[in-house]
């Protein structure tokens, strides 16, 4: 029996709309596998958590939270929280305390209909961005002198240590070598010239031990329009935690949207949870609807399913959305469609089941 205790954090706004439907899909999937049982508690975290207590989480979250399988987490944001707050004291906060230092984010087209690239099939749109997820430009770590004064200076640092650069990029050749696909590094040593001279050091430093893999490196710059232009090029891709974060936005945009954009943050050694969740935020405008697109949420459930060794289920659920994204007036309105949250969820739960 593969029993799974899984923490939900819907969070903010359609947060907890699409975690819903996710959760009706991991439902569906343990009444369909009499091998798998799912155990769920759910963490009334987020902004409104942080408006009644001045905290995003309880102050021993991370304690409540480690003796989980996984963590599926909805969004954060809300207009009167500022948004930095809302990010690091939550959603970085479960990144760098359980050192998820990988984000795997498929840019993948599920179907023909939803790219805006003329001319490109489902074979040109398929690849993987491995972006890394602890450190870089996210570090936190800066300072802000002379503040309100003409004088004012801000400094944000990016931290790329040996350690960090090295297992990401070590971590993505040896999802290259497994699934024997070309490699591809996007940084900006051009400009940036220490981080990414760093970077593309120790990626050709890490090449080496991988003869088999073919590589090709990239300027940020110059892959943003090829992602546009050519996205055939792409095979894998790894990059830095803020690239990676710009890049499967517009990854999104050339698959279907953020309603349709899924993120692993993983930590390979199992060592602390992992956590799944849709790519797009909270979303206040369309809040509280049923106009929220639940399929970024239950793509995020097939990437836990592949966490959990469940790869059957994992491409059974892909599959299904597949088939789900032909049914266009089954759809919510940012796909052309006229269904709701809801009603789109239970239409992929009667899908899942066939
Ligand atoms: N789905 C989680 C969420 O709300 N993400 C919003 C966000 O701003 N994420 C930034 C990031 O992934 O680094």
Redesign the pocket.
């Known amino acids: 029996m593969n029993k799974k205790k899984i923490a939900l954090i819907p969070?903010?706004g359609i947060?907890q709309e699409v975690i819903k439907q996710g959760v009706k899909v991991l439902k569906t999937v343990e009444s369909l596998d009499e091998n798998i049982e799912f155990e769920f508690t759910d963490f009334p975290w987020g902004c409104e958590y942080y408006l009644e207590t001045g905290k995003m989480m309880a102050e021993d979250g991370l304690d409540q939270l480690s003796s989980f399988d996984s963590i599926y987490?909805?969004?954060?944001?809300y207009p009167t929280v500022p948004?930095h707050i809302?990010?690091w004291d939550l959603?970085?906060k479960i990144?760098k305390g359980f050192d998820q230092y990988v984000?795997l984010r498929p840019v993948k087209l599920l179907h023909p209909g939803l790219t805006p690239l003329k001319g490109k099939s489902r074979e040109d749109i398929d690849f993987l961005v491995i972006?890394e997820?602890s450190e870089g430009e996210?570090s936190g770590k800066g300072d802000w002198l002379f503040e309100g004064n003409p004088e004012e200076v801000v400094l944000q640092t990016g931290v790329f240590s040996r350690k960090g650069t090295e297992r990401i990029i070590r971590y993505a050749f040896e999802e290259a070598r497994r699934q024997k696909k070309k490699l591809t590094s996007i940084s900006k040593a051009n400009a940036l010239n220490y981080s990414m001279v760093f970077w593309d050091q120790v990626f050709n430093e890490v090449a080496t031990d991988y003869p088999e893999v073919e590589t090709e490196s990239y300027l940020v710059d110059a892959a943003s329009m090829f992602f546009v232009r050519e996205p055939e090029r792409f095979e894998i891709v790894v990059t830095s935690?803020?690239f990676?974060?710009i890049l499967?936005d517009l990854g999104a945009a050339i698959t279907g949207g953020l309603g349709v954009a899924t993120?692993a943050n993983i930590n390979p050694e199992k060592k602390y949870p992992s956590m799944f969740?849709?790519?797009?935020?909270?979303a206040p405008d369309i809040a509280g609807k049923g106009l929220a697109n639940p399929l970024?949420a239950i793509w995020s459930v097939a990437q836990m399913m592949d966490f959990f060794g469940e790869k059957q289920w994992s491409d059974k659920i892909e599959k299904t959305l597949e088939d789900v994204l032909v049914h266009e007036s089954e759809l919510t309105p940012d796909m052309g469609g006229k269904s709701t949250t809801d009603g789109l969820g239970d239409f992929f739960c009667l899908k899942l089941k066939e």
């Open positions: 969070g903010d947060g987490l909805g969004a954060v944001g948004d809302s990010l959603l970085l990144r984000n972006r997820n996210y935690n803020l990676g974060d499967t993120g969740e849709p790519v797009h935020g909270s970024a």
